[in-house]
């Protein structure tokens, strides 16, 4: 599994970004997709995230200024960052856990939760500046 994060750099407050995640070796469809993000010194935490069907979840800090969307057909998640703030300053990171067994059991949840999830990209910066 790999994942490539890009989209990341360098703008003011109230700007925007918006961040890609590709993703090879995986049935990309039957996947959870999440963006996380950590900044210095603090722990990392959940941003956004998107279940196979397009189901989405925020965290409380984003809603209404991020939007994760989902193009199965390019491997490809995206998280459309406005209205950013200094506070939005981290390494963000894309991650992935398939909602299907190899059994074919189909498990509906997927928690906004690190620890959740099981292959991760290498993060792309994000820094903005007041």
């Known amino acids: 599994v790999q994942l490539v994060e890009s989209g990341g750099g360098s703008v003011q407050s109230g700007g925007s970004l918006r961040l890609s995640c590709e993703a090879s070796?995986?049935?990309?469809?039957?996947?959870?997709i999440g963006w996380f993000r950590q900044a210095p010194g603090k722990e990392r935490e959940g941003v956004a995230r998107?279940?196979?069907?397009?189901?989405?979840q925020y965290a409380d800090s984003v809603k209404g200024r991020f939007t994760i969307s989902r193009d199965n057909a390019k491997n490809t998640l995206y998280l459309q960052m406005s209205s950013l703030k200094p506070e939005d300053t981290a390494t963000y990171y894309c991650?992935?856990?398939?909602?299907?067994?190899?059994?074919?059991?189909?498990?509906?949840?997927?928690?906004?939760?690190?620890?959740?999830?099981?292959?991760w990209g290498q993060g792309t910066q994000v820094t903005v500046s007041s």
């Open positions: 991650a992935v856990v398939s909602q299907y067994s190899r059994g074919g059991f189909y498990n509906p949840i997927c928690p906004l939760e690190s620890g959740y999830f099981l292959h």
């Open positions: 070796g995986i049935t990309y469809r039957y996947y959870c």
């Open positions: 998107i279940t196979h069907d397009s189901s989405t």
